[in-house]
């Protein structure tokens, strides 16, 4: 019997019979790894275990170089790939084998996607609910412990097509007619009446499946076609070990009670509207209260920072996108031109250019700068309806965008106050985690970048000196950087953990040259400019879903949309309810009053899940010595005092933006 030399990817090389498995094989190289191994990688080819070796080499070349064998193992992301697509087959098996009849879709394994980790299509006989989740998953379990063996099998098409129609799966027998071959690989789980057109790889065994759980049904078409038969979608997920599936379904109830799309309807704060258009986004009044006081935070320190405030148009000629670079490098993100008198007009993706306009109204010399514009601008991009989530993901929005003209004397300041800006922003809103990316060029990458050496080395060296000034720890992304220049990323993690990506401090060589700006130096003599684009909240519907999330709708007071709800206790109390309402109003709060004739039990109830911050509960008594009895929304009755006490405590949680109500 011939042999062959196998090899780990540093290992010695030890023989193997030409007949060995994989695992055998393994086994021989490493007894530990062999007993962890889900699958392996071949020759780059990612194998199920019971393949043999000598298959796998090339063929009828004298060996020389020993085979490479690379185990897959638990822990790593193509070890969960593997894991989680057995688990799609495992669930497959069990819906064959409680609805006979059903009809097989595909069932890929999801390693992305944050909310699920594999689905699989099915059309079975009688409409499934959610009720019937867990009988899957139970007959999931059961046929896991029997250790079932996943088995390939490499059949001639005809063969293949002829057992997928046997066993009246047309959908299946359709995928084989256009994906397969002249050979089909087919995988059984022996012992159930699974069989499945893959090519693998699997786990060996169903025992290796210890920790999937089964999360929800939706509605798929067979190929995402409407024009296709209706189908339904299984999801699940699957981790190494239930300690993880536990921490990961955690974590998802979590950010499923703080999902913003459910809070912003229940709270009343925003919507989108499919007959407006996806991606759109309604500010309600509450949102908006909440925008108000983003907007009030943000122009005042604007100003307080030397900023101009800026409005700009919409939209503008098609011939200055064309300036700008948009229309060669960026038109498939752009809504379609317009036209008008002849003119070709576009909305707009960005701000930049508009800042350039004023920039360019006058001529500057460098005693006018730094020159900073600042401006709530909204754009609009051409995002594929696919790719939309709720305010996070949007084809509108709005920018608390800037720009920023200075000369190369001024930019050390400069950088270092919009880090600063951005710091105080984060404190204000109440984000503690933040990390920190210095993206800059790569060494050897064949990128082409704009501008000179000095001017990145300066650009750099501005950014990294502005980061050291404040002693903030960032990583420097090699390689990182667009073709424009250096920047400067920030990412703040929320209340449970999950970093968002907000500020940008850009720094842009490209724009300056193409709009060809100048200053005049003290030699007299025209320069360009420095421009540096930053945007701190980011976008402020994204920041808005970040608050929504990171607060779980239960804003601080001074972003709550309303302060204070005025409950009395009966009717007869509604004249003094709305008399304390009308002088909160006065003072510049948010009140609602509930002059329902409901139980006080009830408005307590209702006012809490709005999450006011402050239930101002109104009797006989109160209506007689003016009081007011003060029920805050964690710590509950907080005692009985004067109108006037109360609006002092309130206006002090207003004026320092506090986080907490105590
Ligand atoms: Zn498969
Ligand atoms: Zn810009």
């Excluded at 049904?217 to 239930?242: E, H, N, V």
């Excluded at 006018?368 to 995002?383: K, N, W």
Aim: one cysteine or more.
């Amino acid at each position: 019997m011939s042999e062959i030399n196998v090899q780990l990817k540093d290992g010695a090389p030890v023989t193997v019979p030409d007949s060995a498995t994989v695992a055998e094989a393994l086994k021989k190289l490493d007894r530990d790894l062999a007993k962890q191994a889900l699958a392996a990688k071949v020759g780059g080819r990612e194998v199920d275990l019971a393949a043999q070796v000598h298959h796998l080499a090339d063929n009828g070349a004298a060996q020389i170089e020993p085979i490479k064998i690379e185990p897959i193992v638990p822990q790593t992301r193509d070890g969960l790939e593997v894991l989680r697509h057995s688990t799609a087959h495992l669930l497959a098996a069990a819906v064959l084998d409680l609805f006979p009849g059903t009809k097989l879709g595909i069932g890929p394994a999801l390693l992305d996607d944050p909310r699920y980790g594999f689905f699989y299509d099915v059309i079975t006989p009688r409409t499934l609910t959610e009720a019937d989740l867990p009988v899957i998953e139970k007959r999931m379990k059961q046929i896991a412990s029997q250790n079932l063996h996943y088995r390939r099998e490499e059949i001639p098409k005809a063969e293949a097509l002829r057992i997928f129609d046997e066993r009246q799966e047309p959908l299946k027998c359709e995928l084989i007619d256009e994906k397969a071959g002249d050979v089909v690989s087919v995988y059984y789980i022996d012992g159930s009446p699974f069989i499945d057109f893959c090519l693998g790889p699997h786990v060996p065994n169903t025992n290796k499946l210890r920790a999937f759980k089964l999360l929800s049904l939706a509605g798929a078409y067979w190929k995402g076609d409407a024009s296709q038969p209706q189908m339904q979608r299984i999801y699940g997920t699957a981790f190494f070990t239930q300690e993880e599936l536990d921490a990961w379904l955690k974590q998802r109830e979590e950010a499923e009670k703080r999902d913003h799309r459910r809070l912003g309807r229940e709270l009343d704060l925003f919507s989108i509207q499919e007959d407006y258009g996806q991606g759109l986004i309604f500010w309600h009044p509450k949102g908006g209260a909440i925008r108000k006081e983003m907007e009030d935070y943000l122009r005042g320190e604007l100003l307080k920072r030397g900023y101009g405030l800026v409005f700009t148009p919409h939209i503008a000629k098609r011939e200055l996108w064309f300036i700008s670079g948009h229309e060669q490098n960026y038109a498939d993100s752009m809504f379609s031109p317009m036209e008008f008198e002849e003119q070709e007009f576009r909305i707009k993706p960005m701000n930049c250019p508009f800042h350039i306009g004023i920039y360019k109204s006058a001529q500057r010399s460098y005693r006018d700068l730094p020159l900073r514009y600042a401006e709530l601008g909204t754009v609009y991009r051409a995002e594929l309806s696919g790719t939309l989530h709720g305010l996070t993901r949007v084809r509108g929005f709005t920018q608390d965008d800037a720009h920023i003209f200075c000369t190369p004397e001024t930019i050390r300041a400069e950088i270092l106050s919009c880090i600063d800006f951005a710091y105080d922003l984060y404190d204000v809103f109440g984000f503690k985690d933040i990390k920190v990316e210095l993206s800059v060029r790569g060494a050897d990458s064949g990128k082409q970048y704009l501008g000179t050496d000095e001017d990145w080395e300066k650009a750099e060296a501005a950014l990294v000196d502005a980061l050291q000034a404040r002693q903030i720890p960032f990583e420097r992304m090699e390689g990182e950087a667009v073709f424009y220049g250096p920047k400067i990323d920030i990412r703040v993690g929320d209340a449970i953990g999950r970093m968002w990506q907000l500020t940008t401090v850009q720094f842009d060589f490209n724009f300056p040259e193409r709009f060809q700006l100048e200053y005049i130096g003290e030699d007299n003599k025209p320069h360009r400019p420095l421009m540096i684009h930053r945007a701190l909240f980011g976008s402020m519907e994204r920041f808005f879903g970040v608050l929504i999330e990171h607060y779980a709708g239960a804003f601080p007071f001074w972003l709550a949309p309303v302060h204070v709800a005025v409950l009395p206790i009966t009717d007869r109390i509604n004249d003094y309810a709305e008399e304390v309402a009308r002088d909160l109003r006065a003072s510049g709060f948010r009140v609602e009053a509930n002059l329902r004739s409901e139980k006080i039990g009830a408005k307590i109830r209702d006012a809490q899940l709005q999450k006011v911050p402050f239930m101002l509960v109104l009797g006989d008594r109160e209506m007689e010595q003016k009081t007011v009895a003060v029920r805050e929304r964690a710590q509950g009755d907080i005692g009985v005092m004067s109108i006037a006490e109360f609006k002092e405590m309130a206006r002090k949680l207003v004026e320092t933006r506090a986080l907490s109500n105590r």
